[in-house]
């Protein structure tokens, strides 16, 4: 029972190179997320997805794209990478509304 | 705006001290309200949630916490502290929304010292 699987793990990029992170779960859920964390500045929702079909802007989109493929994966895109990028991006699935969101190990993403 | 503030960034405690971490947000109507964990290079894992009922919620490992409406709170607490219990804490908040978005606070370090 794998939960939320993310790939890859780390990542080092080049300012300008694209790049996607992938995302799975295989609880059936229909909302997903993806969030960076930063030091001091906890969880901030980059994208998300009520349902399949659907996605929505959340705090911090710029720079970002995001595609569901279908119920079960839900991928980042940064198409032209930025320094200020660099972080740790989390995908995170739920039902829906108001239930319990259940995280993925994380993506390390450094960009020099 | 929606937001949601915790209070200590680093606290230190020893071994058996009892730990109150504070969590505020501001007003939004019904609340949904959660506490995660995030032990060192691990993923962030529910401690506990509240969506209504009880004001005290009781979750994992001996942690609770407890909904003060009238202060939009919800502190979270632990008797006596563990070495184990070293990890960042964060407070999240569903606003109602039908999506099921949480707006996080910024996370509190916990260092418990043997």
């Known amino acids: 029972n794998a939960g939320v699987t993310q790939t890859p793990k780390f990542q080092v990029l080049k300012t300008g190179q694209s790049m996607t992170l992938q995302c799975a779960q295989d609880?059936?859920?229909?909302?997903m997320y993806w969030y960076r964390q930063d030091p001091g500045m906890g969880l901030r929702l980059i994208y998300y997805?009520?349902?399949?079909?659907?996605?929505d802007k959340g705090e911090v989109p710029n720079g970002y794209n995001v595609s569901r493929l279908n119920k079960r994966e839900f991928s980042l895109r940064l198409e032209s990478a930025a320094p200020s990028q660099t972080s740790v991006y989390f995908c995170?699935?739920?039902?829906?509304?108001?239930?319990?969101?259940?995280f993925g190990d994380g993506t390390r993403l450094s960009i020099l | 705006a929606q937001s949601v503030s915790q209070h200590n960034h680093h606290v230190i405690l020893s071994e058996a001290a009892s730990l109150e971490l504070g969590c505020n947000y501001s007003?939004?109507?019904?609340?949904?309200l959660f506490w995660y964990v995030q032990y060192p290079g691990q993923h962030l894992q529910l401690l506990l949630k509240?969506?209504?009922?009880?004001?005290l919620v009781k979750g994992i490992k001996g942690f609770e916490a407890e909904f003060i409406k009238s202060k939009f709170s919800f502190n979270l607490r632990k008797p006596s502290v563990q070495w184990s219990d070293t990890a960042e804490y964060f407070c999240?908040?569903?606003?109602?929304?039908?999506?099921?978005?949480?707006?996080f606070g910024q996370g509190t370090t916990l260092q418990v010292k043997p």
């Open positions: 609880m059936n859920h229909n909302s």
């Open positions: 995170a699935s739920s039902e829906g509304k108001g239930t319990p969101q259940h």
């Open positions: 997805s009520a349902s399949e079909g659907t996605t």
């Open positions: 007003y939004g109507g019904t609340v949904n």
């Open positions: 999240a908040v569903n606003y109602g929304s039908n999506t099921g978005k949480l707006i």
């Open positions: 509240y969506f209504s009922g009880d004001p």
